[in-house]
Each structure stands twice: as structure tokens, then as C-alpha cells.
């Protein structure tokens, strides 16, 4: 009898987007419609069906939606937002509204970096090179990165429960040079 239940479906193919989601990033919370980083993954059915899933990254890419979630240990640890996407083509714009310190911000593609600055506020540290821009922004054990592409404008947005600037090499490799963990 045990062999038999060693075997489950795959609750992917059960998965069935929620009637009227109201899609929006709460970055007071950092939460995409009420899924939080670090709440179970099963919290993502209410999207429906992930276009795309890779097991061995953990990586479930809701290509109409806009957005990717990152999962580790059944928890959703890291968010990609697009509003344009450069590099694969694939998703279409973030439809949702951005909330930010209880204000709806009118983040959006090809926005430039004093744009995402005025809306935002000044980023803890920012990483330049001949195409793009990383603003990282530090909220305790949350951080964002936000993504400007010198010629096109702003395309994307991760915003991890696993900061990279946390890491001692990665802030010596990013050339940061301020206290950490800064003060939020």
C-alpha cells in the first residue's frame, strides 16, 4: 500500500488562476497580490499555471502575468518583475499596479534613473556599466534590485528575500563601500 502513495500527481496541472486577482506589487510588503516572499508556494495557484517551470532553479515564470517567482524549501523567495524584457522576450509587461508607501506609483517601462530615484528615493548602492544600471535597495533581510537599461529605460525588478549585498565578496565585487547592514 505504500508503494502507491509514494507516487502524487503534479499539482501544477491543477493549477487554475483565481477569478478577478487584482494584480498589483506592494512593495510595503513585498508581496505581488498578497503573496509575500517567504509564504508557501502554494500560495502562487491563485495565478494560475506557471507558463514555464524550471525544477532544477525552482523558477515559475508567469510569462502573461508579467512576473517569475523564485522557490526554495516550498517557499516563494524572490520575485522578477518585467515591465520590459530585454533579455528573453517572453514575458509580456507587469499589467498590476505598484504600490509604495501606501501611494499607487506610476512605475512603468523605459522610466530613466532619476525617474525610479524620484519615485523610490535614493537606492542604497548602484552598480553602472556601459548598458545598464543596478539600483539596490535594502530593507533589512529584503532587497530589490532594480534594473534601468541606459538606452531603453527601466525593465525589471527582483526583489529577494536572499539579499546579494549581504554577501561580503559581493559587495567588495560590486565595489560597495558603505557600513552593512545599512541602517532602514
Given at each position: 500500500?505504500?508503494?502507491?502513495?509514494?507516487?502524487?500527481?503534479?499539482?501544477?496541472?491543477?493549477w487554475?488562476?483565481?477569478d478577478g486577482?487584482?494584480l498589483?506589487f506592494?512593495?510595503?510588503?513585498?508581496?505581488?497580490s498578497g503573496?509575500k516572499?517567504?509564504?508557501p508556494?502554494?500560495?502562487?495557484l491563485?495565478f494560475g499555471?506557471?507558463?514555464s517551470?524550471?525544477e532544477s532553479?525552482?523558477?515559475?515564470s508567469f510569462?502573461s502575468?508579467?512576473?517569475?517567482?523564485g522557490?526554495?524549501?516550498?517557499?516563494?523567495?524572490e520575485f522578477?518583475i518585467?515591465w520590459?524584457d530585454l533579455?528573453?522576450?517572453q514575458?509580456r509587461?507587469?499589467?498590476?499596479?505598484?504600490?509604495?508607501?501606501?501611494?499607487?506609483?506610476?512605475?512603468?517601462a523605459g522610466l530613466?534613473e532619476?525617474?525610479v530615484n524620484s519615485l523610490?528615493?535614493?537606492p542604497?548602492?548602484?552598480?553602472?556599466?556601459?548598458?545598464?544600471?543596478?539600483l539596490f535597495?535594502e530593507w533589512g533581510?529584503?532587497?530589490?534590485?532594480?534594473?534601468?537599461?541606459?538606452?531603453?529605460?527601466?525593465?525589471e525588478?527582483?526583489?529577494?528575500a536572499l539579499?546579494?549585498?549581504?554577501?561580503?565578496?559581493?559587495?567588495?565585487a560590486y565595489?560597495?563601500?558603505r557600513?552593512?547592514?545599512?541602517?532602514?
Open positions: 500500500m505504500a508503494f502507491f502513495n509514494r507516487h502524487k500527481a503534479n499539482p501544477l496541472g491543477l487554475k488562476a483565481g486577482i487584482n498589483e506592494d512593495g510595503d510588503n513585498h508581496a505581488i503573496v516572499l517567504r509564504d508556494a502554494a500560495m502562487l491563485k499555471r506557471p507558463g517551470v524550471d532553479n525552482g523558477i515559475h510569462f502575468l508579467g512576473f517569475q517567482a522557490i526554495a524549501d516550498n517557499r516563494v523567495i522578477v518585467f520590459n533579455i528573453n522576450c514575458f509587461p507587469f499589467p498590476g499596479s505598484f504600490i509604495f508607501h501606501g501611494r499607487k506609483l506610476d512605475i512603468k530613466d532619476a525617474k523610490l528615493g535614493e542604497f548602492w548602484e552598480s553602472k556599466d556601459k548598458d545598464e544600471i543596478i535597495y533581510v529584503v532587497e530589490w534590485q532594480v534594473c534601468v537599461n541606459l538606452q531603453s529605460g527601466l525593465y525588478m527582483t526583489v529577494t539579499p546579494l549585498l549581504a554577501d561580503a565578496s559581493q559587495r567588495q565595489g560597495v563601500n557600513p552593512w547592514p545599512p541602517k532602514t
